[in-house]
């Protein structure tokens, strides 16, 4: 189901979706299967088409082919891009997720349950600069980080991105 509305300051969408997707594994000891996840977005796009927000709210179930990795999570995401014609380019985003597993009853630290839990969170950061409307450059920075009783991880990643039309 989608809602649109639009003012002065911009147009807005407000998005209710369910969400399907099947896994079929190519590891014969893992068991296909899938998610399901209902979630809600909320697009803002200025008048100006330059400037946007957009969050993300969802839930849902998944599994990764055995009964350890079936999980149920509830997620948040929310990015917002800044845009002039020309100069500088700033994006932004934060995104948040808590993960239960009910099946893994082993986890390494017990400090957050007897079960398996995951806490990912992510921050990234686009800086750059539009040339044009049709050429920019950006370099990009996103840190993703796993607060979990089983599989903690730690990463940043950077990169460098030139889009362009003709």
Known sequence: YEARS??????YTHT?????TSKDFADAALEDGGQLGTRWNYRRVSASKLDQYE?????????EGDKLSDYSYLSWNGDWIYR???GLRIDWGLGFEYRSFPEDDQPLFEDLGETRVD???RASLGAGWQYNPKWSV???????????????YDRTIYGISVDGSF
């Open 119 to 121: 806490y990912p969170f």
């Open 55 to 63: 969050s993300i709210l969802a839930l849902g179930t998944a599994t």
């Open 16 to 20: 209710l979706a369910l969400d399907l």
């Open 6 to 11: 639009e003012d002065q300051k911009g147009n």
């Open 84 to 86: 002039w014609e020309k």
């Open 138 to 152: 950006m370099f990009n920075m996103r840190y993703v980080t796993n607060l979990s009783n089983k599989s903690p």
